[in-house]
């Protein structure tokens, strides 16, 4: 009989997904494809209905409505997890009903789903007040409990390990809004109690040891992988070219892309500066989230320097050299980046860094930074740069604007360090990792 494994899966049922997210339904997948069973932890939003299976589907993956005090249902489930978390929370397991007509075609790796109402919010709440972790009891008990990112979770009865991606909110206290008193005191319980820690990097490894003096043999990199449909990844370039010109008004290899959330330590105000500086008239299209504390991004970007007007046909049209688009559906994303003429990426801290993969999987050539994580996952595929030399950023975008050869040399450099990051090489990590742990 395979050992089972426990997985939090609280970012997968977002519509508009994480990079937290994308780390979960990829360790699924790796961990399934290495022989273990594979269940899911949710954490439902609203009540769960055990006379109702098929209600409770609906609303476990029922879009978000925008509430008059959004604070206020986490706030009281952190009230009530501080009043009754320490005698321990008990999901309830939902009947796989498969209502819920799903977006992607891959099969589920899960065998089981649990879940409880608000279950993770509740269990901050308890950390908040107690200092110390949940217990989560399941008829089952699984073999081993991983946490994708750092909760306030204990199952007992079983091995519990925890990934940590990075520790930026301690790293570069000033360019996130985490309560840092408490991301701080979680990372201590986690690796004071964690039968073993995952982290995604051999820079947030070397991080984690040195900031807490952590042991180092009780913490793996796994990195991640680069996992892209191929039914995405091969559709012919004509029609591509056609669906980036109709939807987005942008020529196949005539602009530049970022990818990710508007916050400081992406870094998208230097970038703005140095396309401008670049002398590039290719336009940077600026895709992801809102993020945060991006008042001075958002102003570059809608910086009236990068408006133009074409006349085409005698009618008169509005050109934006620098342009954003909030929310993509994945498969125009992976046709966005597929036709850039470079991906630009030059975050100040990553604990990994898939975007840079992703485009390199897809022949994009990558500009990306000489910091953190990003030279191990870039390896000598990219053009590196300084994050904070803004002349240095221009340099780059002018070569990549004007150099084909040096576009072709890492086009192809490119695919062999994707090649790197398979999902078959992740699943091997993880299952060595877990055998570690659990035999």
């Known amino acids: 009989m395979s050992k089972h494994v426990l997985l939090d899966q609280s970012n997968v049922v977002s519509r508009m997904g994480t990079g937290i997210a994308t780390y979960a339904k990829n360790l699924a997948r790796a961990a399934a494809q290495a022989g273990y069973g594979v269940d899911a932890l949710l954490s439902a939003q609203s009540g769960i209905d055990r006379k109702n299976p098929i209600l409770t589907e609906v609303q476990l993956y029922d879009a978000p409505r925008k509430q008059t005090l959004p604070w206020l249902a986490p706030l009281a489930a952190g009230v009530k997890g501080a009043l009754i978390g320490g005698f321990g929370y008990r999901p309830v397991q939902l009947a796989t009903q498969h209502t819920v007509m799903q977006n992607s075609p891959e099969v589920s790796p899960f065998q089981r789903t649990f ?41 007992p009865g079983c091995a519990n390990i925890v990934t940590i991606h990075d520790l930026v909110p301690l790293r570069l206290p000033y360019m996130t809004l985490d309560n840092k008193r408490y991301f701080y005191r979680l990372i201590e319980q986690h690796l004071k109690r ?45 029609m591509l070219a056609d669906l980036i010109r109709n939807i987005f008004d942008l020529e196949w290899g005539e602009y530049f892309l970022f990818v990710g959330a508007l916050e400081p330590k992406k870094n998208v ?7 401008a500086a670049s002398g590039s008239r290719k336009p940077l299209v600026i895709a992801g989230g809102a993020g945060w504390q991006n008042d001075v991004e ?56 898939l975007p840079v993969l992703e485009a390199m999987a897809l022949g994009t050539p990558v500009m990306t930074s000489n910091v953190t994580s990003l030279p191990e996952v870039a390896g000598d595929a990219a053009l590196m740069v300084d994050p904070h030399d803004t002349e240095a950023m221009a340099r780059a975008i002018r070569r990549l604007d004007q150099d084909a050869d040096l576009l072709t040399g890492l086009r192809e450099r490119g695919y062999l360090q994707a090649a790197k990051f398979t999902p078959e090489i992740y699943q091997a990590r993880v299952g060595d990792i877990y055998r570690q742990v659990i035999g």
């Open 298 to 353: 958002t102003q570059r970007i809608n910086d009236p320097r990068f408006i133009q007007y074409r006349i085409i046909e005698n009618t008169i049209s509005r050109f934006e050299r620098v342009r954003r688009i909030t929310y993509l559906p994945f498969e125009q994303l992976i046709a966005l980046m597929q036709g850039a003429r470079a991906l630009l990426f030059p975050s100040v801290f990553e604990g990994f860094g």
């Open 115 to 155: 879940a409880a109402t608000r279950l993770f919010d509740q269990a901050r709440g308890y950390f908040h007040a107690h200092g110390s972790f949940a217990k989560v009891r399941l008829p089952q008990r699984p073999d081993l409990f991983h946490a994708t990112h750092p909760l306030p979770i204990h199952v």
């Open 194 to 238: 964690a039968d073993h820690v995952v982290t995604v990097s051999e820079y947030s490894r070397q991080d984690i040891i040195s900031l807490f003096g952590f042991p180092e043999d009780r913490i793996s990199n796994s990195y991640q992988a680069v996992s892209l449909p191929a039914r995405l990844v091969n559709r012919p370039q004509d």
């Open 269 to 275: 105000a230097r970038l703005i500066d140095a396309y």
